[in-house]
């Protein structure tokens, strides 16, 4: 048995997937957290939350990185860890240099501070001679005016440090790029308490469909496990709509888009001890990166992946935050493509009428999660504003997206929200 310590966590299917990981795999935890009551917030109703099922909950301020590396120091040696690990992705550099400090596994600090940082990620690919879009980044308005003359409207503008597609906008001339900016401004701390860095990215819009690459480093070999399709909702936001597991693409276009991942996490230095999703585009020029993550794959992805080749995705997590080989044999599990959609709200409001009962239990039907009349609803600028999803598998080949969204499609028809 081994002891985890774990360092925040995400609130939606990780907070569950991660404690379940850990607990199937014999081992057990510590959770630290400067606020417990977040968690507390989110539990299912008439359960516990998950992460409550530690061997200890430690309140400390998990913000201040020069007050709790002394605090970790102390508590090591009475109760022993053996890895360190979060599903935040604001406390993967955290975390990492956790690790470093104790000398426990994990990828390097720099390495996980540069995947997490947008503008460094971008910096460090062009560095190595990675193909990527145009991009600039600067703090003030008249560099940024200037910067998005120079590269070209359409571009997209992005926050440096926030997740879930905050704030992430196409923008079409000086006025959207403008408005854009004041409202990236106007969100000077993250969600956990963090206080944010001013810089505005602006990159190149580029064409072409979206994937994902999910893969596992460990021993300084990068294991690919598959690539996963994304569908994006409309402009100017670029909020997920749904994934399916494997993506449905040519088997060139797979290469492409591993063999492009394979460089960026090689550039970054992310190829000993990391679970990581990365999003790429696959453009008319040739594939490009759109962000590399350091963690498991968010929006029920590790699921999908699950569902299709049994490969624990969470379990391979914990495994590599313990200097552990992970189990990434695949298994046949009935199924050749499983497939999310979620559904996006257009509009605010308060929700009245949102009925999922039918589909429980239909053929094909993994997961319905939906939420409850009543929910004050805001129209959708990130991932972050969902109603629900419909998760569907299929045994035959690459019909399960179709079947989720003839699901979608009779969820929206029987919406109302006022």
Not at 44 to 66: K, Q
Not at 324 to 339: C, K, V
Request: with cysteine.
């Amino acid at each position: 048995m081994a002891h985890l310590l774990v360092v925040e966590s995400w609130v939606g299917s990780m907070s569950r997937l991660l404690p379940r990981a850990i607990r199937e795999g014999g081992h057990e935890f510590t959770f630290l957290t400067r606020d417990l009551h977040h968690y507390l917030r989110s539990a299912p109703e008439g359960a516990a939350h998950p992460l409550l099922g530690a061997r200890n909950v430690i309140t400390t301020d998990t913000n201040d990185l020069d007050a709790l590396l002394p605090e970790v120091e102390r508590l090591h040696p009475v109760l022993g860890f053996d890895g360190v690990i979060t599903s935040c992705d604001y406390y993967l550099p955290t975390v990492a240099r956790i690790a470093g400090h104790l000398g426990l596994p994990g990828p390097g600090p720099e390495a996980v501070e540069n995947a997490c940082r947008k503008d460094a990620t971008r910096r460090v690919l062009a560095d190595a001679g990675l193909p990527g879009p145009r991009f600039a980044v600067y703090e003030e308005w008249a560099d940024l005016a200037r910067a998005a003359q120079e590269i070209g409207y359409p571009l997209v503008v992005k926050p440096v440090d926030l997740c879930a597609g905050m704030f992430v906008r196409r923008v079409d001339d000086e006025g959207q790029l403008a408005d854009a900016v004041r409202a990236l401004g106007a969100f000077p701390v993250n969600a956990r308490g963090q206080r944010r860095t001013p810089a505005v990215l602006l990159e190149e819009l580029l064409d072409g469909p979206e994937v994902s690459v999910e893969t596992v480093s460990y021993a300084g070999a990068v294991h690919m496990v598959g690539v996963t399709d994304k569908s994006i909702g409309s402009a100017p936001a670029f909020v997920e709509t749904g994934h399916m597991f494997p993506a449905a693409l040519p088997l060139a276009d797979i290469e492409a888009a591993e063999q492009t991942t394979l460089g960026a996490l090689k550039a970054l230095g992310l190829t000993d001890g990391v679970v990581a999703h990365t999003e790429i585009k696959l453009t008319s020029a040739g594939p490009r990166v759109v962000e590399v993550n350091p963690r498991p794959a968010g929006n029920r992805i590790t699921e999908l992946v699950r569902h299709v080749t049994g490969i624990d995705l969470a379990a391979a997590c914990v495994d590599v935050a313990l200097g552990r080989r992970p189990d990434l044999r695949r298994t046949d599990t009935g199924l050749r493509s499983a497939a999310i959609g979620f559904l996006v709200p257009e509009r605010a409001g308060t929700l009245e009428a949102l009925d999922g009962h039918r589909l429980t239990g239909l053929p094909g039907v993994l997961e319905v999660q939906l939420a409850e009349t009543g929910k004050v609803v805001k129209a959708a600028g990130s991932n972050n504003e969902y109603l629900g999803h419909v998760m569907t598998g299929d045994p035959d080949g690459p019909g399960a997206r179709d079947r989720v969204e003839g699901l979608l499609a009779g969820l929206r028809a029987g919406l109302v929200i006022r």
